[in-house]
């Protein structure tokens, strides 16, 4: 089992930047695993934002994020990164991290299924 807790959410403002992290439980299986970023906004189907491979070389952006979001990873701190700039109130949702620990090297992971782990999500809240 591995546990995922993401912190970092909070309100801000149209235009603002928050900077939300997610910390695996095991540090073995973090450095095995493709990790996303997905999203759920009230009445709506969750969504996928962004995603990296294990070494972090390799990433993946929703077309809504790319340009504004950056997904990073630490490896020696089992944590996970999505800076978020230029917020939208559209951006308001539950965000949830996610790992995919079958993942090869190269494999950035992007479709909801093929995750084996999530975390209990984190609130961001854009005011227009």
């Known amino acids: 089992q591995v546990q995922l807790v993401e912190s970092g959410g909070g309100l801000v403002q149209d235009g603002g930047s928050l900077r939300l992290s997610c910390v695996a439980s095991?540090?073995?299986?973090?450095?095995?695993?493709?990790m996303a970023w997905f999203r759920q906004a009230p009445g709506k189907e969750r969504d996928f934002v962004a995603a990296?491979?294990?070494?972090?070389?390799?990433?993946n952006y929703a077309a809504s994020v790319k340009g504004r979001f950056t997904i990073s990873r630490d490896n020696g701190k089992n944590t996970v990164y999505l800076q978020m700039n230029s917020l939208k109130p559209e951006d308001t949702a539950v965000y949830y991290c996610?790992?995919?620990?079958?993942?090869?090297?190269?494999?950035?992971?992007?479709?909801?299924?093929?995750?084996?782990?999530w975390g209990q999500g984190t609130q961001v809240m854009v005011s227009s």
């Open positions: 990296i491979s294990r070494s972090g070389s390799l990433t």
């Open positions: 095991s540090g073995r299986a973090f450095s095995r695993s493709s």
């Open positions: 996610a790992a995919d620990v079958n993942a090869i090297l190269t494999t950035v992971t992007i479709v909801e299924s093929q995750f084996d782990y």
